[in-house]
């Protein structure tokens, strides 16, 4: 608490401490993000215009195409040594089908001419540049540890939004026109600061949706919290056993191909009298049988089918935006067929995944560039745009620095005598409430700067 004999803490006061949060967070954010919207426009690259395994194999339309099953001789022909585990319809007709096959702990992905049953490609599909760009996303190669440290640095990023909006939010003598609209006449440290507080300001929203649906995949917010709780309930299918495995072991290659709401949702077993009609009676329960069931349920153009693993393994038909199947999350859909009696035993669509789920399933859809060539641009122009404030952030603490600072980091320095700023508090207490590791860091630079740096004349002078 300040007495009554502290000067009451002005606006500009306040601007000083948002301007000083703006600063720390950037020292940690922008190697960050840089990395993230450099992986992300390599990662939306060849999900919007090319496909995740690489650039598209085409194929020459004819007029009928080889069973399924022969197409999937082929590929164990040509991989003896490998055991199959799903196929993945063409998207058009004028592209390859697409067989993944797993030999110890590599899995192939192989393109298939639909026409001829001839091999065209054969691709590892952990080692893309998809995959790579993907790994470096999400761990920076390093596992759990990369994890964390990409989910503190998600969570800085929007205390980096919030104390942005807050710094150029037009008050006083400052017009909307001035933040909305870079003056280029500016020279130096003007010029860039305006274009920094433009592009910021114009893409605040979009960049905290970005970092909000990052945050769903992670390991301590994502994982722990919010992926529990807005995961679909397989109490859902009623009388249908369930196995051991979840959704998520149907990810391959360590890549992200489940829906986000139905990763930790229990597969069903087969076995089982429940459920309704699906292949014919007296057919074999196949890839073939599945693959024609598959067009009668209604998937058409590309979707998946992963076949059973183990004993009470089921068939799992599948088509959604994760997978790049579909541009319409709202038409997700994934359904189980028992291996031996054919029927249909369970499924799930966009219309039964939670409030949370659904609004996962656009936003991650809109994250990944699946929602069309619009979506792909729209992204590769957000990751530029991201890339610009990291460098134009940089330029402008350089311009910023007093002649005779080298070996300081010169932070913007907190006025005498501050007073409580009450909306600050509440934003960095809600951020540490909401986003745990975060808030740990938050906690610690707080009492550092508050403990240490600011009362050890040696720290203030190198931090300061």
Known sequence: MTNKNTPTASPSRFHAVAWRWHFYSGLYVVPFLLMLAITGAVMVFFTGFQTRLGFTVHVVPQATTVPVGVQAQAVLAQLPQATLSSYTAPKSADVASWFLANQGDVVHAVAVNPYTGDVLKVVDKGNTVFAWAERI?????????????????????????????????????????????????????????????????????LLFMFLLTGLSWTGVWGGKIVQPWGTFPAAKWDAVPQSDANHATLNTAGQKEVPWGLERTPLPASGTAVGVPGVPAGQPVNLDTVAALAKQLGFSGQHHINLPKGETGVFTLSADTMSGDLKNPTQDRTVHVDRYSGRVIAEAAFADYSLVAKGMAVGIALHQGDLGLWNAAL???????????????????????????????????????????????????????????????????????????SRWPALKTTLG
């Not at 969570?155 to 017009?175: C, F, N, S």
């Not at 005498?416 to 909306?423: E, I, P, V």
């Open 137 to 205: 996303h999400g761990t920076l190669l390093i596992g759990d540890v990369g994890d964390r440290l990409i989910e503190i640095a998600a969570g800085l990023g929007i205390v980096m939004i919030v104390t942005g909006l807050y710094l150029w939010w037009p008050r006083g003598a400052t017009r909307w026109a001035q933040v909305l609209v870079p003056d280029l006449r500016l020279k130096g440290r003007l010029w860039w600061r305006s274009l920094h507080a433009s592009v910021g300001f114009w893409i605040s929203a």
């Open 379 to 453: 992204n590769l122009v957000f990751c530029s745009a991201i890339v610009f404030l990291c460098v134009s952030g940089v330029v402008m603490w350089w311009k910023r620095r007093p002649a005779g600072s080298a070996g300081r980091l010169v932070a913007p320095p907190l006025p005498a005598h501050l007073g409580l700023w009450k909306g600050g508090a509440v934003v960095l207490c809600a951020t540490a409430v909401l986003f745990p590791l975060t808030g740990a860091v938050l906690l610690a630079v707080w009492l550092l700067d508050a403990l240490l740096i």
